[in-house]
């Protein structure tokens, strides 16, 4: 069964700019979870989707958003991006039945 | 705020077990203790999950504690494929927001 895929691996934007990163969860799982990782912070909590609703939203501005669609896959999008906003992003999918959620393998975006 | 505490470092000799503990005395009834780790900056790595009983899978065994305040992550034959980072997590049913505290640094030296 192939693992939680995110797309691109590595993205490089300057400050100002957007970025789309994208997920696609195991198959059956509906659930979609986002987390950021800085090496100052650790590891943080983004939103949660289920069901292309979002179940659940950390704190972070506005500039962060994101959607699910039919096929569970999910995209999150950054707007004016910050040079704060360099960080390795985690996408997370679970299984509704045994409560095991797996991750991705991160995108690893720069801002300059 | 994290919801667990660990120590942020440990060492192990490979082929030992590797005890590593975990605080987690605020846990609400229906939170579950998850533990992942993360291998140089890759995506975290499942490792177990239990609500109160004792779990054992093909990578560690779980022990939570009666009063569900503690719990220890047992891998019983740690290699040096296990240095990671090791994160203790608590979440709540029917939510997947997962709150990761700082983990314990694991170093399996030969």
């Known amino acids: 069964k192939a693992g939680v895929t995110q797309t691109p691996r590595y993205l490089i934007k300057t400050r100002g700019q957007q970025v789309t990163l994208s997920c696609s969860p195991i198959?059956?799982?509906?659930?979609v979870s986002w987390y950021q990782q800085t090496p100052g912070q650790g590891l943080q909590f983004l939103f949660e989707?289920?069901?292309?609703?979002?179940?659940n939203k950390g704190n972070f501005p506005g500039r962060f958003s994101g959607r699910q669609f039919s096929n569970s896959r999910s995209e999150m999008n950054v707007s004016t991006l910050e040079l704060g906003d360099s960080a390795l992003y985690l996408c997370?999918?679970?299984?509704?039945?045994?409560?095991?959620?797996?991750f991705g393998p991160g995108t690893r975006l720069t801002v300059t | 705020d994290a919801k667990t505490t660990q120590p942020p470092s440990m060492d192990c000799a490979e082929g030992r077990a590797a005890n590593l503990p975990c605080n987690h005395s605020?846990?609400?009834?229906?939170?579950?203790v998850y533990w992942y780790r993360q291998i140089h900056s890759q995506g975290p790595q499942y490792i177990i999950h239990?609500?109160?009983n004792n779990e054992t899978n093909e990578m560690a065994s779980l022990i939570i504690t009666e009063d569900r305040k503690s719990s220890t992550l047992i891998l019983p034959h740690a290699t040096l494929r296990d240095t990671a980072v090791y994160y203790c997590?608590?979440?709540?049913?029917?939510?997947?927001?997962?709150?990761f505290g700082t983990g314990t640094r694991l170093q399996v030296f030969p």
């Open positions: 997370a999918s679970t299984n509704e039945v045994s409560y095991e959620q797996y």
């Open positions: 198959s059956g799982h509906r659930s």
């Open positions: 989707y289920f069901s292309e609703t979002q179940r």
């Open positions: 605020t846990i609400s009834g229906n939170e579950y």
């Open positions: 239990g609500l109160k």
């Open positions: 997590i608590v979440r709540v049913v029917n939510t997947d927001k997962l709150i």
